[in-house]
T-cell receptor
Framework: DTAVSQTPKYLVTQMGNDKSIKCEQN?????MYWYKQDSKKFLKIMFS???????INETVPNRFSPKSPDKAHLNLHINSLELGDSAVYFC??????????????FGQGTRLTVV | DAKTTQPNSMESNEEEPVHLPCNHS???????IHWYRQLPSQGPEYVIH???SNVNNRMASLAIAEDRKSSTLILHRATLRDAAVYYC????????????FGRGTQLTVWP
């Protein structure tokens, strides 16, 4: 039973399009995140949500809009896609974000290619 | 955020122990030391974490220096499946669960 699942696994789209990536976790965690891994394999936090509320936006362009319909889901909408948005996007979840004594669980990633 | 320093790459032979070092000289008293790894084409995977004392779990051991300025992740018997990028990350409660990844150590395991 997959703990954190993302769909789709691969996404190829043209510049200027709008696309969404879905994420679901079945761990009962309160907090979910989106990370981006660029072509140089650098992994960087984008957003974090706690109980459906945005708590951190790491200076991500407003073309990226996360939406959390409930605490088990955190979807990522990207408008007006640019070539530089090509990357692997990872969803993650954890419990008790205010403590450093817990681990995060990651999905398998969505490879987005903008052409 | 407190910074960690890791070697870019390390190599090991299968079934040998591997010691992956991490320096974190600016660590604060409330920072936990976390290790994650990323296997090829997969998401990061939690390995182990600790605060002051050494820790063991089914995947690995974490040895923390007495002054906490460095730590070592120990894989007791490397397997081919352990080939991955290993990240040493300092976490504190004020970061609200965010993980700040560095470049990590690419571990190659030879058969």
């Amino acid at each position: 039973d997959t703990a954190v699942s993302q769909t789709p696994k691969y996404l190829v789209t043209q510049m200027g399009n709008d696309k969404s990536i879905k994420c679901e976790q079945n761990l009962g965690h309160d907090t979910m995140y989106w990370y981006k891994q660029d072509s140089k394999k650098f992994l960087k936090i984008m957003f974090s949500y706690n109980n459906k509320e945005l708590i951190i936006n790491e200076t991500v362009p407003n073309r990226f809009s996360p939406k959390s319909p409930d605490k088990a889901h955190l979807n990522l909408h990207i408008n007006s896609l640019e070539l530089g948005d090509s990357a692997v996007y990872f969803c993650a979840s954890s419990q008790d974000p205010g403590t450093a004594n817990t681990e995060a669980f990651f999905g398998q990633g969505t490879r987005l290619t903008v052409v | 955020d407190a910074k960690t320093t890791q070697p870019n790459s390390m190599e090991s032979n299968e079934e040998e122990p591997v010691h992956l070092p991490c320096n974190h000289s600016t660590i604060s008293g409330t920072d936990y030391i976390h290790w994650y790894r990323q296997l090829p084409s997969q998401g990061p995977e939690y390995v182990i974490h600790g605060l002051t004392s050494n820790v063991n779990n089914r995947m690995a051991s974490l040895a923390i220096a007495e002054d906490r300025k460095s730590s070592t992740l120990i894989l007791h018997r490397a397997t081919l499946r352990d080939a991955a990028v290993y990240y040493c990350i300092l976490r504190r409660g004020s970061t609200l669960g965010r993980l700040y990844f560095g470049r990590g150590t690419q571990l190659t395991v030879w058969p």
